[in-house]
């Protein structure tokens, strides 16, 4: 994808969106899907979801004019980490006849575009889009499918090691916790992190799980006695962080994470783009598709914002210093 054709397509959707924002339709009540991977229903509840993204999105359209209960619908459900129901969770919000499905997770869109080439998909999130077969480009999604991708090329893992070094400069062996089943250690993303660990010195070990197994990778890490913890960016990492970050808390073991929640949970430190700047961005693309745009014709969106996290608390109750240049690079330092 030429850099000038992505930045054309995205100014082009900008100097147009005032032409589609009229009001809505009087009397309308717009009726969307969410699916979630593996959050509860009950946690996706309400117009304050107890789950961070999902309330970052409800915020996101309460903000553009929709209100549950007066102009909208949402038809909130979740696979709750199994997977294989995607497709049947698909099938019937078509059945219900929604105006768009919104996805939560990368699964969850490619079930989504085997069910349905006519609905309007979002995605709050994706991983490489284009190579996935979901969209055509970037800058011309086509079909019916558009929203947001994570995907921001391998070198974003190999930053993340780099800042766990820095706050550990005497570390020499780090365990990466990746899941077996996504094949996070042979990926792109994997590499990037093997290659930089040469480059610094430092010894990974590989600790993997599968869904809902961790005791054999936790077992691993115990007995390897890795001085860091390296917790690979994925949908199932990201849901099952507080059992990760329980695990690092116990086990007295300084780890990164690759978005603020875990850190917010106790972890130590992350660095990535924001989730929940991710989903209030994917309100806008409901807004505008229920406006009459079409997904072909809505670029698909990059992370616009990267944030590294501290907490301090848990720093401390590690006995790390953290020096004073790496606090200056925090987004926000959670006392």
């Known amino acids: 994808m030429e850099r000038r054709a992505f930045l054309g397509a995205v100014t082009g959707g900008l100097l147009t969106a005032p032409l589609a924002a009229d009001a809505h339709q009087p009397g309308k009540v717009y009726r969307v899907g969410l699916i979630a991977a593996a959050t509860p229903v009950s946690e996706m509840a309400g117009a304050e979801p107890v789950q961070p993204l999902v309330k970052a999105f409800v915020q996101g359209l309460r903000t553009l004019g929709y209100v549950e209960g007066q102009n909208l619908t949402l038809e909130r459900r979740s696979a709750e980490g199994q997977y294989e129901r995607f497709g049947d969770i698909v099938a019937e919000l ?7 499905i919104v996805t939560l997770a990368h699964p969850a869109a490619l079930a989504a575009k085997a069910v349905t080439t006519t609905v309007p998909i979002v995605m709050a999130v994706s991983v490489d889009p284009v190579g996935n077969g979901l969209v055509r480009s ?27 070094r820095e706050m550990l400069p005497g570390v020499s062996r780090v365990a990466y916790l990746g899941s077996k089943e996504d094949k996070d250690w042979d990926s792109p993303w994997g590499k990037s992190v093997r290659t930089a660990a040469q480059g610094l010195g430092v010894t990974l070990v590989l600790a993997e799980f599968t869904p809902g197994h961790y005791t054999d990778a936790f077992t691993l890490i115990s007995r390897a006695r890795a001085g860091g913890l390296f917790i690979a960016a994925s949908p199932t990492t990201y849901n099952d962080r507080a059992l990760i970050v329980d695990f690092a808390d116990r086990t007295r073991l300084p780890s990164i994470y690759a978005n603020r929640e875990s ?10 783009a924001s989730n929940r700047d991710n989903f209030r961005r994917a309100a806008t693309y409901v807004d505008k598709i229920l406006k009459g745009a079409k997904p072909a014709d809505l670029p698909i969106e ?9 907490n301090l608390k848990a720093a ?15 987004d926000e330092v959670i006392q």
């Open 94 to 100: 078509v059945r219900l006849k929604v105006d768009v």
């Open 138 to 164: 970037l800058a011309y999604p086509g079909g019916n499918i558009t929203g947001l991708t994570i995907y921001v090329g391998p070198e974003i893992e190999a930053k993340r090691l780099e800042l766990l």
């Open 263 to 272: 850190v917010e949970a106790g972890g130590l430190m992350s660095y990535g």
């Open 302 to 310: 990059q992370p616009a914002k990267f944030e590294l996290v501290i």
């Open 316 to 330: 401390k109750a590690l006995g790390l210093t953290i020096s004073p240049s790496l606090l200056a690079r925090a």
